[in-house]
C-alpha cells in the first residue's frame, strides 16, 4: 500500500477502536450497577475499578458513573477509609457532581454497614467542604447519636460543638 494513501487511515482506524471499546465499557458499567444493585458489592467494586483501569483518558461521564458505582459499594462493604480518600478525590477531579447529598448518602451507607465512626468521619468532611449545607449534616449527626454512638465518638463530636 502507497504510504500517503495510509496516513488519512489512521484516524480513522484509532476511531473505530475507540468506538469497538466503547460497548464493552458501557457493558462493565452495566455489570457493576447490577452487582450494586443486588448486594453484591465486592463484584461491583472490582468490575468497576478493572473497567476504570480500562477507561481511563476515555468519556467523563462514563468513568463518573463507574467511580461513583465503586465509591458506593466501598462505602456499603463498610470501607470507610478507602470511601472516604475516593469521596476526597473525586472532589478535586469531579466537582460538580461531588456535592453534599453524595457526602450524606456516602455516610449513610457507612451507617447502614456498621461504621459509625466511618460514616461521622465523611459528615464532618461534607461540613467542612459544604459550611453553607452545615445544618444537614449536623441534623444527620443527630440521628446517628440517637441510633446509639459509642461514649468515645459523642465525646469527639462534643468536642467538635456537633452535640
Do not use: H
Not at 12 to 38: M, Y
Amino acid at each position: 500500500m502507497n504510504p500517503r494513501l495510509a496516513i488519512p487511515l489512521i484516524p480513522s482506524l484509532g476511531l473505530l477502536l475507540l468506538i469497538g471499546c466503547g460497548p464493552d465499557l458501557e457493558k462493565l458499567k452495566n455489570e457493576a450497577q447490577d452487582a450494586l444493585s443486588v448486594g453484591n458489592f465486592s463484584q461491583a467494586r472490582e468490575i468497576s475499578t478493572r473497567a476504570l483501569e480500562q477507561a481511563e483518558g476515555s468519556d467523563k461521564r462514563l468513568a463518573w458513573s463507574l467511580e461513583r458505582i465503586r465509591l458506593e459499594a466501598q462505602a456499603r462493604e463498610g470501607q470507610a477509609a478507602e470511601a472516604g480518600g475516593t469521596l476526597e478525590r473525586l472532589a478535586g477531579e469531579y466537582p460538580a457532581q461531588v456535592n453534599s447529598s453524595l457526602y450524606l448518602a456516602i455516610a449513610s451507607y457507612l451507617q447502614e454497614a456498621g461504621d459509625a465512626s466511618g460514616a461521622i468521619d465523611i459528615l464532618l468532611a461534607g461540613d467542612k467542604r459544604f459550611p453553607a449545607e452545615s445544618e444537614k449534616f449536623k441534623t444527620q449527626i443527630e440521628e446517628l447519636e440517637a441510633s446509639g454512638l459509642d461514649p468515645a465518638e459523642i465525646d469527639r463530636l462534643r468536642s467538635l460543638g456537633y452535640l
